[in-house]
């Protein structure tokens, strides 16, 4: 069965820092791009980043760009966010996402249960 | 970045009737060389993750019940869901993959 769990999520001030971090099991990770969808309270999905299987090409939304950075470790089955002056408008409920392919321009075809992220003084 | 708009907003069916919903992309996302569309369809209930259903438009994800189906090529999708079950109250999004960022729409609120 795909897992994706996420951590590492919580309450963090304006202009924080916060790395969160996905478990992968039950695929062979090293063969898929994975991506981060956050979603904001009553909104629809955002997509914000994502990684190709090898980890060579990776893409961000325009919103985070330069503030956050996609990495994986296919060693550990890991992806990883890290999240770099955050803005209240970063508060969402972040999904580590598995595409259907290699390649970044994929559907999602499983999604972890997300981590909340606050941004909040 | 692609631009994706769905209708109606919400839409309330009747449990065994045909619900539509309709997606429309501010440009093509129908990549020629393989003829394929990269649109894709998800479900999502209350305090749950987005759930896959339909993907290259009118492909059915594996164990989506066959009441649901996709269709549409270039700009214009649906989403068709032929007889009403109360499973099926959810929010539904559509999304582009043809380029990045990936975008998807402001979602439909399908009820009873």
């Known amino acids: 069965e795909v897992q994706l769990v996420e951590s590492g999520g919580g309450l963090i001030q304006p202009g924080g820092s916060l790395r969160l971090s996905c478990a992968a099991s039950g695929f062979t990770f090293s063969s898929y791009a994975v991506s981060w969808v956050r979603q904001a309270p009553g909104k629809g999905p955002e997509w914000v980043s994502c990684?190709?299987?090898?980890?060579?090409?990776?893409n961000y939304a325009d919103s985070v760009k330069g503030r956050f950075t996609i990495s994986r470790d296919n060693s550990k089955n890991t992806l990883y966010l890290q999240m770099n002056s955050l803005r209240a408008e970063d508060t969402a409920v972040y999904y580590c996402?598995?595409?259907?392919?290699?390649?970044?321009?994929?559907?999602?075809?499983?999604w972890g249960q997300g981590t909340l992220v606050t941004v909040s003084s | 970045d692609i631009v994706m708009t769905q209708s109606p907003d919400s839409l309330a069916v009747s449990l065994g009737e045909r619900a539509t919903i309709n997606c429309k992309s501010s440009?093509?996302?129908?990549?020629?060389?393989?003829?394929?569309?990269?649109l894709a369809w998800y479900q999502q209930k209350p305090r749950q993750p987005p759930k896959l259903l339909i993907y290259?438009?009118?492909t059915r994800e594996s164990g989506v019940p066959d009441r649901f189906s996709g269709s549409g090529s270039g700009t214009d999708f649906t989403l068709t869901i032929s007889s009403l079950q109360a499973e099926d109250v959810a929010v539904y999004y559509c999304?582009?993959?043809?380029?990045?960022?990936?975008?998807f729409g402001q979602g439909t609120k399908l009820e009873i």
């Open positions: 440009q093509s996302v129908l990549y020629t060389s393989n003829n394929k569309n990269y």
């Open positions: 996402a598995k595409g259907g392919t290699t390649k970044c321009y994929s559907h999602i075809d499983c």
């Open positions: 290259w438009a009118s």
């Open positions: 990684i190709g299987d090898s980890g060579g090409s990776t």
């Open positions: 999304q582009q993959y043809y380029s990045t960022p990936q975008t």
